[in-house]
């Protein structure tokens, strides 16, 4: 059976997909809709149900696979499911909710033996303790988490996918300039958004925790630095650098950072993040293009659309 992400505008679609989010809407004619943020494997797609009833919204909530007929439209240069019917799919129906989500293109045990091997490169003691510590204590979920719930490495694994590139841009860079801190540079990738496993929920129908609205990933890890320092009875400078890395990673106070970057490595880090997650979102839209044509509009990167060469495979 195909994905959502492979039908076409125009064509006929009968398919399973698992609610991501709904979201209640009141429309021009004072009646209720649900915005529908419906996924497979392959992706997610947005769907609009009109004229809903209460019942319907108690039933097509998140975390509920539905069976959907309908077509394939573009509203506004966006792609949508037009619905014109919907079930909540009986349990015989369909396989684990599992195999709705969409997954990192790399296995979970390869990317556990490289981040494995670029913390045993690390010299600095202190820095090397702290990182093993951390992600030892927030291993599963690290392996498991999006990196977030929209935007970019928003599947199961994205953000430990996130990271495997991050270290090899890290290693790349640090190689052209010496002068860099490597462990400072690998640990502060490891840990600039470890956090994610306390503010978001998990890998299936991703939302923001208590923590996460009201404290945020930055904060959080910081936080996470201090205890960990403690724990471990670590009272060197590096304690500090650690914590500057992750308050300024996402760059400039209006992107969310509470400090500039101030540290060399800290602005090394922000250039990859920023490079790693566009790249991301750029390959995924593109790869759902046809050569000679735009994409959709990419909200994140000020609503462009972008064009895909014919000479592209």
């Keep these: 059976m195909k994905k959502i992400m492979q039908y076409e505008v125009g064509e006929q679609v009968e398919v399973y997909l698992l609610i991501k989010s709904a979201s209640?809407?009141?429309a021009s004619n004072g009646k209720p809709f649900l915005t529908l943020m419906l996924q497979d494997q392959s992706?997610?797609?947005?769907?609009?149900?009109?004229?809903?009833?209460?019942?319907?919204?108690?039933?097509?909530?998140?975390?509920?696979?539905?069976?959907?007929?309908?077509?394939?439209?573009?509203?506004?240069?966006r792609i949508q499911l037009r619905i014109k019917q919907i079930r909540l799919?009986?349990?015989?129906?369909?396989?684990?909710?599992?195999?709705?989500?969409?997954?990192?293109?790399?296995?979970?045990?390869?990317?556990?033996?490289?981040?494995?091997?670029?913390?045993?490169?690390?010299r600095n003691p202190n820095i090397q303790r702290i990182t093993r510590h951390l992600l030892k204590k927030?291993?599963?979920?690290?392996?498991?988490?999006?990196?977030?719930t929209k935007n970019h490495h928003e599947f199961a694994s994205g953000l430990a996918y996130h990271v495997v590139s991050m270290l090899d841009l890290a290693k790349a860079i640090a190689g052209l300039y010496p002068s860099l801190d490597?462990?400072?540079?690998?640990a502060g990738v490891i840990l600039h958004d470890l956090g994610k496993v306390i503010e978001l929920s998990g890998p299936i129908s991703t939302s923001y925790t208590v923590e996460g609205n009201l404290l945020g990933h930055?904060?959080?890890?910081?936080?996470?630095?201090?205890?960990?320092?403690?724990?471990?009875?670590?009272?060197?400078?590096?304690?500090?650098?650690?914590?500057h890395i992750?308050?300024?990673?996402?760059?400039?106070?209006?992107?969310?950072s509470p400090k500039p970057p101030m540290i060399r490595e800290a602005e090394v880090l922000h250039h990859i993040d920023n490079l790693d997650a566009k790249m991301n979102m750029l390959d995924r839209v593109l790869s759902r293009t046809k050569p000679g044509e735009y994409t959709d509009r990419v909200f994140a990167l000020d609503n462009r659309m972008f064009y895909k060469p014919t000479f592209h495979q």
């Design 24 to 26: 209640r809407g009141t």
């Design 43 to 77: 992706g997610e797609i947005e769907a609009k149900l009109w004229d809903v009833s209460k019942e319907d919204e108690g039933n097509y909530i998140a975390e509920k696979i539905v069976r959907v007929v309908g077509d394939i439209l573009n509203y506004k240069g």
């Design 89 to 122: 799919a009986q349990a015989h129906e369909v396989p684990d909710i599992a195999e709705f989500v969409e997954k990192a293109p790399v296995p979970k045990e390869a990317m556990m033996e490289k981040v494995t091997q670029y913390i045993f490169e690390m």
């Design 138 to 148: 927030h291993q599963t979920a690290f392996y498991e988490y999006p990196a977030a």
């Design 182 to 186: 490597q462990d400072l540079l690998y």
């Design 218 to 243: 930055i904060s959080i890890m910081v936080s996470e630095i201090s205890k960990a320092a403690e724990e471990l009875d670590i009272h060197g400078e590096e304690v500090v650098v650690l914590q």
């Design 246 to 256: 992750v308050l300024s990673h996402h760059g400039k106070l209006e992107w969310g």
